[in-house]
Structure formats: structure tokens, C-alpha cells
């Protein structure tokens, strides 16, 4: 029981920690999810805002653990954990939302862009002398899923007639099915499947625009490759954490090993945990675009501010613009990417990880039957 | 090398990309054999429509000065170390020029500074070496 909570408690922990500490991940140029000149920010309002914003996150993070831990203390409902981190999740979102309007209506009564001249650079060499994808990196990941693939091949004539295929929060089994190649190896697709769409995905995300900073396009365009590349470097550390998980779990169903209740929960927990942190790290260290790493001075500059492109996002987190031909740009309040809902390639990409989202616990269902 | 163009600008997307390639094979920080990114790629870096990219590149194309692939792109195909241009350059060039010296004389600009302004301008072309633009990232 104690280390369901410890996860649940660990999963709470980090989203309060990331919301508190998003503001500081952002280009100080986007404040709250809103575009704005770089000689505006350091705006009062926008200090005081930031301020506000992270009083706010924390004692939310405060106020709704302690009434999710006692409910849960006092009344045993698992079920308040859950419920905890969605209201968290929203009222964290609130404050987001409070911050970016009124940052918004304080860039237009001020009329922050009047008279500047507001451009785009590109750096070509990003496009024609490309760093190479860390190949090399998707080693461990897809080194797992064969591994996986392999024990569960030599071990399948051995099995018992009937497996045990799923377990309970206590770690005791309550899923059985009868040995079949969907049974015994359900988790070996899914491990298959996830690890190819992480792979890929990477892909996309090391090729995905360059978004440099008009006013300091050089130190941005550094960033930006050292960005992406650890970016593609903690995404496939994560691939394998998860596919470590996924090895445990399919060595459970084959009984090589013993469920030893609730701890082989947390034994099946860690990695994904350690894969989680290692990429927080990375963003906490890189920042979005990775704005916040070191990078060589250089007087250039374009003698231009970045475009105003606010009425492209939709609340500053869904990005919307017919006139883009990219289909993934970077998030305006999180690290990482989002897509263009303006491009067609952007539905077709949700339909299709729809569609394995739903796909793979149908593996699953089947493997009841 | 770094592209930079102005989305408040009055000047055209496509004749500002098509500007600033021009420059950057004059100042040396795009030699003959150097390539450009892919119209598509462009595109999706600025964040603005293919056919914008597509016309600027298309412009370069005819005046000999890039080469399109379908997959690779686009490679610059002359420099100022190629040689002297195609004869018919000269009397179009010229033309253009008359114009914009037209524009100074008109505002009473001395002879003498409009040809110092011009060698300055001159000057500028060329050395490569202290460029900012030519930095990579």
C-alpha cells in the first residue's frame, strides 16, 4: 500500500514542482504563454505576475495535498489520489490562464510593439550541415525489446496453461488468461510499439524548426542544436526506462519472476521514475529551446524583435496557423514541442498515436480472450 | 549563415529572401558550391508559405545564380570569383542603377559622396573573413 502512495505522492510532487517552476523555463520574451519585445521583460507587471504565479502554484500544491492526504488516511479511498492530481492539474492551469491575460491586456494598452520592426532569421547551416541523430542512443531502447522478444521466445514452450496477465495496486494478481502468443506476449507488442513511436517521434521532434530569437540569433541557433540533441537524448533514455518496465512486467506473466506484492510495484515503477527525472533535469538545465544554456557572445543582431504571433495560439497553448508549413513548433508554456492544428500532417499524426493509445490496451483485451 | 527578413516590412517576403542571398554570395559568406536549404525546409524554419521561398529561389534560378535540386535543395552556382558575367547582365544591372542614383542626385547629393558612398558600399563585399553572418552555430 505504502508504495502506491509513494508514486502517487511522487507523480504529485513533480507536478507542482513543474508548474511552480515553469515561468523560469520559458524565454523571458514569452511570458506566460504571451510574445513580447525583449525590452519589455522587465515590466513591473510582469514581475509582479511571476511573483503571484508561483505563491499561487505552491500553496495549491500545499493546500490540495493535505486534504487528498488526510481524505485518503482517514477514509482508505484510493481513488482520491486521482481525483487530487486532475484538481490540482486544473487549478494549476488557472493561474497559467489568470497570468497570460493579464499580460496580454497589459501588452496592448501599453502597445508594446508600436514602432518595431518585428522579423524572423533563420540559421541555414542548421539545415545544410545537419548534426547527425544520436543513433546510437536508440541502442538500449531497441537492445530491450528484442531481449524482451528473445526470453519470452525461449521460455513460451515452458509456460503454464494459464497466465497471469494482470495485477492489482497491491500487486497481487487478478487477471488470468489462457497461454496464448497474444497472452504471453501482449506486453512484448506494447513494449514493440511504444518503443517505435518514441523512436520516431524523436525523429520529428531533432528535425522540427528552428525557432531562434530575432534578437540574438546567433547565441539562439547554438542553443538550439544543443537543445534538440539532448532533447533526442533523454526522450531515448526514457524509451529504455520504460521498455526496462516493460521487461519486468512480461517476466512476471512468464513467472522467471515472483510478484512479491506491493514492491515489485515500485520495482516496476522506479525506472519509469528515473526516466522522468532525467528529462526534468534536462529541461530544468536547458529551459525551453534551450534558452537557458551557455552560449557564445556575439554582437549581431537582427535590429528586429520577433513577430507578434499571439493570434496564432489559442490561449498560448494550442498553436493554430494555416499559413505554417511546420506541423510541429515549440510549446509556448512547457518544454518541448506541440503541433500546428492549422496543418493536415498534425491530425493525421494524433489519429495515428490515437489510434495505438487505443490499439494497444485492445492487445491487452484481447489477450483476456 | 543567417537569414534574417522583416515580417513588418512594405518590401515583399520572397524579394527580401532573394535580397539577402544576393548579399550574402557577394560578401563572400555563400561561395559557389554552398547550399541552401530545401524550399519546404525554408518554409517551415520562417514559418511562412512554400511559395514565397519557391518565388525568391526561382528569381535566383534565372539570374544564374542558384541551381534547384529536387531533394538537396539549392546550391549556389556563382560567386565573384567565377568570373565576369553573361553579357546581357550588364545593360539590366545598369538600368536598376540609373534609378537608384537618379534618386540621389535628384535629392542634390554631391557627385563626389555618391561615388564614395558607392566604394564604401564596395568595400563591404568580398573580405568574408569579419562577418558576423558567417558564423555557425
Redo the contacts between chains.
Sequence with gaps: MAEFYLIMGFIFALLVFLSWIMPALMRPTLPFGVRIPGDRTGEPLIVDELRRYRRLTLLTGIVIGAIVAAVTLLSGWQETLTAGILVLIFVEWVWYYRAHRRVIAAKHEGNWYAG??????????????PQPYPWLWTLPAIGLVIATAIIGIIKYPDLPGTLAIHYNAQGVANGFAGKSVWSAFSLVFIEGITTALIVGFSVLTFRS??ELD?EH??AS??Q??AFVRQMTQAVLFLAACVDVTMLFGSLTIWGVIQSTGPKSLLGLGLPIIAGVVGITALAVRTGQSGHRLPAGE???G?G?VN?D?DRYWIGGMIYL?R????FMVNKRFGVGWTLNFGHPGAWVFLVITLGIAIGAPLISALAHH | MLLAIDLTSEVPIYQQLRDRIVEAIAEGSLPSGSRLPATRQLAADFGINFHTVNKAYDLLRQEGLLQLTRKAGATVLRDAASGPPPAEFAPSWEERTRTLLAEAVAQGMPKSEIVARCEALLAGFGTGSSDPLNTEG
Excluded: K
Aim: glycine share 6%.
Design positions: 518595431l520592426h518585428q522579423g524572423a532569421v533563420v540559421d541555414t547551416g542548421i539545415r545544410t550541415e524548426r528552428q530575432s540569433p546567433v541557433a547554438q538550439h542544436r556575439s554582437s549581431y537582427s528586429m513577430r504571433d496557423n499559413d505554417d508549413p511546420a
